[in-house]
T-cell receptor, first 113, second 118 residues
Framework: KAGVTQTPRYLIKTRGQQVTLSCSPISGHRSVSWYQQTPGQGLQFLFEYFSETQRNKGNFPGRFSGRQFSNSRSEMNVSTLELGDSALYLC????????????FGPGTRLTVT | AQTVTQSQPEMSVQEAETVTLSCTYDTSESNYYLFWYKQPPSRQMILVIRQEAYKQQNATENRFSVNFQKAAKSFSLKISDSQLGDTAMYFCAFMKHVSASGTYKYIFGTGTRLKVLA
């Protein structure tokens, strides 16, 4: 089975712009979670989608949003980018509805200048 | 609120030796899961080992084992016969289900960077 894929792998944006990141889960996995990873904060949970519905959300501002499509692929969007949004964004998929074990993608490295 | 603490930002170990990574957590829950994830320099995070809180027996996966002390809220990872490929960032994680609908809470520690020396 192919693993979790994320596109693009690297992205450079300027302050004020918006960005969309994509995640394709492992085939058959219906749950997709997003995390922000920074050196100082570690992994911070953004949100989780299951069957096209946001099931859980972390403590991030409304500039961070996401969605999931019927094929379980997910996108996250960050609007009005700030310098502090520079991070590695990780996507993880889970094989069943109640998250138990997570399979991570390689991440998208976002740099905001 | 649940927290996960990894007090060792960096560690090193000689190849073939044993190393233990520490993790403590804080929760008032009785049912939860604990994980160790490994993130090699290539960045893809992978699961190393998992422990269900209701199980008293410590989990083991080949050279990786945990010392789960529920009362002390401690969950350390022991790597035996360390190999160069074990060089990575290791994250301890806590997870519990919030409701029957599947809502969950997943909290990671800040990580321990392990370097295995030849």
């Amino acid at each position: 089975k192919a693993g979790v894929t994320q596109t693009p792998r690297y992205l450079i944006k300027t302050r004020g712009q918006q960005v969309t990141l994509s995640c394709s889960p492992i085939s058959g996995h219906r749950s997709v979670s997003w995390y922000q990873q920074t050196p100082g904060q570690g992994l911070q949970f953004l949100f989780e989608y299951f069957s096209e519905t946001q099931r859980n959300k972390g403590n991030f501002p409304g500039r961070f949003s996401g969605r999931q499509f019927s094929n379980s692929r997910s996108e996250m969007n960050v609007s009005t980018l700030e310098l502090g949004d520079s991070a590695l964004y990780l996507c993880a998929s889970s094989p069943r509805g109640q998250n138990y074990e997570q399979y991570f993608g390689p991440g998208t490295r976002l740099t905001v200048t | 609120a649940q927290t996960v603490t990894q007090s060792q930002p960096e560690m090193s170990v000689q190849e073939a030796e044993t190393v233990t990574l520490s993790c403590t957590y804080d929760t008032s829950e009785s049912n939860y899961y604990l994980f160790w994830y490994k993130q090699p320099p290539s960045r893809q995070m992978i699961l190393v080992i998992r422990q269900e809180a209701y199980k008293q027996q410590n989990a083991t996966e080949n050279r990786f084992s945990v010392n789960f002390q529920k009362a002390a809220k401690s969950f350390s990872l022991k790597i035996s016969d360390s190999q160069l490929g074990d060089t990575a960032m290791y994250f301890c994680a806590f997870m519990k289900h919030v409701s029957a609908s599947g809502t969950y809470k997943y909290i990671f520690g800040t990580g321990t960077r392990l370097k295995v020396l030849a």
